[in-house]
């Protein structure tokens, strides 16, 4: 059964054509470009199952409504109260992010409980996945916004492409140089931070050590030490969005 997930985030929708853990055609668009006719020709050239959908814009959710409800397949839009097997040791589930419940979902799939799922977009979220369901996370700055933010509350800084912070010095013997060794090393210092005060309060709590998860664009400014620290999966929150569908039709 294919399924075509549509994760609609902040700054780009993500889609995928979803059969079980395989991922067939996926792509991805600014968030302001998801409409009746993008959605309408996903369906036409695709031909899937169904539809699953999370969604972080609230105006764009309640533009998508209708659309979907007239496209003449069945949709299940993720909600907290919508799950199916995945609980909550967390008091206010309505204020977990789709997506993040997404993520856990799909964590379920590729490696159980209890695990820590590092999504790295706008931004950087870690979430802990337990026996007992999501189990609460983080919210930190992303890397799109750590250099947004310098250059815009700031006189003289430069805006920086992301794409290119790789590779340069870790003393900048220039302006733009020393805000990418900031920004690229920064940005993997709180990560680890991050994860090792996670992992640690996790371990003093009787949990055994979790697997961790990494997901999203961002991931490729980790450096290359941490391959054997992490599992990355970039479609993580797809892989989520076919399951919940299919807990969701039983």
Known sequence: MSILCLDIGNTHAHWGVVDGRAIGAHGESSTKEVSEAMIMKLIAEHRPSGIAVASVVPNVSKALEPILENCGLAVQLLRHDRLVGLGFDYPKPAEVGQDRLADCIGAQIVCGAPAVIIGMGTATTVDILTDKG???????????????????????LPALDVKNLLGGPAIGKSTVDAMRAGCALGFAGMIGALLDGVVAELIKSGSPAPKVIVTGGAAIYLPAAWKTRVQYEPHLTLIGLAEFYRRSQK
Request: no cysteine.
């Open 134 to 156: 999501y189990a609460g996370g983080i919210i930190a700055p992303g890397m799109g916004l750590m250099t947004q933010y310098l250059h815009e509350r700031t006189a003289l």
